[in-house]
């Protein structure tokens, strides 16, 4: 009876550990959510036509954010290990590299935003739109900076197991834009209407704002003082850089692997017409909100689990991915029943027209299904980060997503004949798969002591990488 009242305590103070990280990050993944959502409002009011160009623009957007996003998570996990290792010293540099890196993915970020035309041409945009879109990625491009930069100081302050500057410039960024939004697509204060032009120059401020007030809030704040992040800039440092590479380019195909296969499967319902286009929209739109949650506890996981590496406390590793995938069950569980329970009354707040509430309510259900996959995969991949163990969760990543969930996908939604139900089958099975093979490599990874040839792996030139 003692060793289980131990456990429990021990449980206990994970989970309290845990959620104290996540919710702040809950919150500021919502933030992100909202001002999708406020571009989407504003610019629909304006014209059904910028609706669309800026809906186009936003999806090109985010398969290049993404990738960029992906890389820099690598910093979290690597100043997580540091920080349990007690390596204060170490992480300033590294800090500095990120910033490198970031600057260089900001340019490859915007050269491909300025230069998206062809792609639009290639996924059969309606040439009416193609204009206005790049005119909306051209104008966001130069955002490209700002949201590099601040995802390296988001990093930083992940990895320090500090994650409230999440919620807090979240926060900020999506009270900046709804009047940036307003004032410059309809034609405020003087300003000329720019209508999706507008929106993109809107979403750059925006991201300019965010990083210029969150690196004023760490320079001249107390909690990193003592790591003299801004002190001084050294040149690039290759090893450190290309470490944060080894870990970041898989995470940012896995970004990839899991965003195509939602794009993809969006452009092959457009095929099925207005109602299953919108009947989809629906449905997604309420999953990608609830989906917020286990990804808040995915990148409280990963600090959790990057943290108790890099103290080598194996049990610590095995209790913060276990107690976070425990979590994410609870609040799946929760998720799921909602939309199983209420898929009707969900589909009528976004539409009044019964086809589209039919179709909603029944990918709603689905929806529910995939709950706890898409939780399990979300969770264990992000545990697997903390490990930095991220070559092959990527591989399984394209298993799961391209080689099991798209196939079977368009197969039963066009040579099966089940149609938009049939692609969200193709996208249960795909995230099924994802979230068996993810939880058996975390299974296999903390069963004995291979993790521990990833922990704390040189990020700096010597005599800072030989340092344990």
């Known amino acids: 009876m003692p060793q289980i009242l131990a456990l429990d305590t021990r449980f206990g103070r994970e989970i309290r550990a845990t959620a104290r990280l996540a919710l702040p990050l809950i919150a500021g993944q919502l933030s992100a959510v909202g001002m999708s959502a406020v571009d989407v409002a504003l610019a629909g009011h304006y014209s059904a036509h910028t609706l669309a160009a800026v809906a186009v623009g936003a999806n090109v957007w985010v398969l290049g954010l993404v990738s960029a996003v992906g890389v820099m998570m690598a910093l979290s996990p690597s100043v997580a290990q540091l920080d349990g290792a007690n390596r204060h010293h170490d992480i300033g540099p590294l800090f500095r590299q990120a910033l490198w890196l970031a600057a260089a993915l900001s340019v490859l970020l915007w050269f491909g935003a300025r230069h998206a035309g062809p792609l639009l041409a290639l996924l059969g945009v309606d040439p009416a739109l193609r204009a206005d879109a790049r005119a909306f990625l051209q104008a966001l491009s130069w955002g490209a900076p700002g949201l590099c930069g601040y995802f390296a100081l988001r990093g930083l302050c992940e990895g320090s197991s500090w994650t409230r500057p999440t919620m807090l410039f979240g926060l900020f960024g999506l009270a900046v834009l709804v009047p940036l939004d307003w004032i410059l697509i309809y034609g405020k204060w003087g300003l000329p209407a720019l209508g999706a032009r507008g929106s993109g120059i809107a979403n750059a401020l925006a991201l300019w704002l965010q990083l210029l007030a969150f690196a004023a809030y760490l320079k001249f704040g107390q909690r990193f003082r003592h790591l003299d ?102 609040t799946q569980a929760v998720s799921a029943t909602v939309m199983l329970a209420l898929p009707h009354a969900i589909a009528h707040v976004y539409s009044n027209d019964p086809r589209v509430i039919a179709l909603a309510a029944q990918l709603l259900i689905l929806a529910g299904i995939f709950q706890f996959s898409d939780g399990i995969q979300v969770v264990s991949n992000g545990a697997l980060r903390g490990l930095k163990d991220t070559r092959m969760p990527m591989l399984i990543t394209v298993v799961a997503y391209w080689l099991v969930g798209m196939p079977t996908g368009a197969w039963l939604a066009f040579g099966a004949g089940h149609g938009v139900q049939g692609m969200w089958v193709g996208l249960i099975a795909g995230l099924t798969a994802a979230a068996l093979l993810l939880f058996a490599r975390w299974v296999a990874q903390t069963r004995g002591d291979g993790w521990r040839r990833l922990a704390v792996a040189p990020i700096a030139k010597p005599p800072l990488e030989t340092a344990e």
Do not use: C, K
């Not at 499967?265 to 449905?283: E, M, N």
């Not at 990608?288 to 990963?302: I, N, Q, W």
């Not at 943290?307 to 590793?317: E, I, K, L």
């Open 229 to 330: 992040l801004f002190a001084r800039m050294e040149p690039p440092d290759w090893p450190a850089i290309r470490h944060l590479l080894w870990i970041g380019v898989p995470m940012a195909v896995t970004l990839l692997m899991e965003a195509g296969l939602f794009v993809i499967s969006a452009l092959l319902i457009s095929r099925l017409g207005t109602v299953a286009i919108d009947g989809h929209q629906i449905a997604i739109n309420v999953a990608s909100v609830t989906f917020m949650v286990p990804l808040g506890l995915a990148l409280a996981v990963t600090v959790r689990v990057g943290h108790a590496a890099g103290r080598g406390d194996a049990a610590a590793v095995r209790y913060a991915g276990f107690t976070g995938i425990a979590l994410t069950l609870v």
